[in-house]
């Protein structure tokens, strides 16, 4: 009979190692899975190759190759706040994989666990299986999977991971609720523009250059002039405007010009100060919970490297991961580049000087989270006023071209 080399843990979270004799590497694990003991590493020692591995393999194979599953960042926080609860109420990992599953709704969900069940129970760790599935397993889920297992510590760390996806969830959607009035009142204002120069204006004034004996006054003129254009032309506008969307995505496409775009939009008036803080804040969570959970440094900045969402700091944290693998200071790097915040090079710098830089940086995430939250209350505070008064300047623009000519051609008549 084969035997198998493994690593294990127990319920108590003691890492065990061994040799246990077994048919296959699925019975190695069953029979580890009745001492109490969940399998992280199963190697074949001796005896026949294991014939059921390639058959899994390839049916794990084919069934990558369709579309799977997947589940939205609040359905995928709640699933690793459910594995968390149960592994921290002692349940080993494939018995707490099982519970979730005889609850789990919907289509994502049961897809996902049985996944991860089949991969487990065949002597996989929890993140292979979790990279293997693919979406909505991104680098940072299975970072922190890995890490979990590395400490010995997953409970814990699957509730850092989860607050962690739970922040940005919410994030997300205060900066949707932040938008959302100011752009419903931008769009009324071009509806509004649209109807008062294409139809309304043009009615009114109608009788009035059917007489032809008062002088058109310029703000007329020009609201005329608007109307005839965009009356014969909104066609050739409208194909111009698609051109010009396309040909700005192609030009946002090239990595070069994606920099330069990114740059400008961080020096927006108050657009840019929020894109900053809104990064900055998802990087310092990011990187302080994944340095938390024992992650190498390296490792943990090409983690949170994606989360910024802006090529430009992008590109300062690719320099920054360049000078740390060389044996240089974090803080550096990040000073150099001048897009991050001077709070946060200062943290870092400390954090490294005493050692605690995990620390700090979950201080310093508490700290941007209320920035960002300044952040968006005053975005939410200027946007209105600043659309009102645009609003109140196209209204008496629209307002002169119409009682202009009404007032001269009353003076005519008297």
């Known amino acids: 009979m084969p035997t198998f080399q ?53 049916r794990s194979a084919s069934r990558t190759s369709l579309r799977r599953p997947t589940l939205r ?18 349940l080993p990992l494939m018995q707490a994989l099982r519970t979730i599953r005889r609850q789990a709704s919907g289509k994502g969900a049961p897809a996902i666990l049985d996944h991860l069940i089949e991969r487990v129970e065949a002597g996989e760790p929890l993140y292979k299986a979790a990279q293997e599935y693919g979406r909505p397993f991104d680098d940072l889920i299975i970072g922190m999977l890995r890490a979990s297992e590395a400490s010995g510590r997953t409970h814990e760390v699957l509730h850092q991971l989860a607050d962690l996806l739970e922040r940005s969830v919410e994030l997300r959607r205060e900066l949707m609720s932040a938008a959302f009035y100011p752009m419903l009142v931008l769009g009324l204002i071009l509806v509004s523009v649209v109807i008062l120069v294409t139809v309304l204006i043009p009615r009114l004034m109608g009788p ?9 006054p310029m703000p007329t003129r020009v609201i005329l002039g608007i109307s005839t254009f965009l009356q014969s032309w ?52 990011t990187l302080g919970t994944l340095c938390s959970a024992g992650l190498p440094i390296l490792e943990a900045l090409r983690i949170t490297r994606d989360t910024l969402g802006n090529t430009a700091m992008m590109g300062a944290i690719d320099l920054v991961q360049g000078q740390v693998a060389e044996g240089k200071p974090l803080a550096d790097p990040l000073e150099r580049s001048k897009l991050f915040p001077p709070l946060l090079v200062q943290v ?26 300044t952040s968006v209350k005053l975005v939410m505070k200027a946007l209105p006023p600043i659309l009102i ?15 202009l000519p009404l007032m001269e051609m009353q003076a005519f008549a008297q």
């Open 6 to 58: 493994y690593q294990s843990m127990s319920a108590s979270g003691d890492r065990l190692s061994g040799v246990i004799a077994a048919a296959n590497r699925a019975e190695a694990v069953r029979t580890l899975l009745q001492r109490g003991e969940t399998a992280t590493s199963i190697t074949m020692t001796s005896g026949a190759a294991d014939q059921a591995s390639p058959v899994r393999t390839t």
């Open 73 to 90: 960042k609040t359905e995928m926080a709640t699933l690793i706040r459910e594995m968390a609860t149960a592994l921290e109420a002692g």
């Open 208 to 216: 009035l250059i059917a007489t032809g004996n008062v002088a058109l």
């Open 234 to 285: 909104w066609l050739v506008l409208v194909i111009v405007g698609v051109v010009a969307w396309l040909a700005a995505r192609a030009w946002i496409a090239n990595p070069s010009n994606r920099m330069k775009f990114d740059r400008f939009k961080l020096k927006i008036p108050l657009i840019g100060p929020l894109i900053r803080d809104v990064a900055v804040a998802r990087f310092t969570h």
């Open 348 to 373: 870092v710098n400390l954090g490294e000087r005493s050692g605690r830089l995990e620390s700090m940086l979950m201080h310093a995430a508490s700290a941007f989270d209320r920035q960002v939250n």
């Open 389 to 403: 008064i645009v609003m109140a300047c196209v209204a008496g623009f629209v307002l002169a071209a119409i009682l």
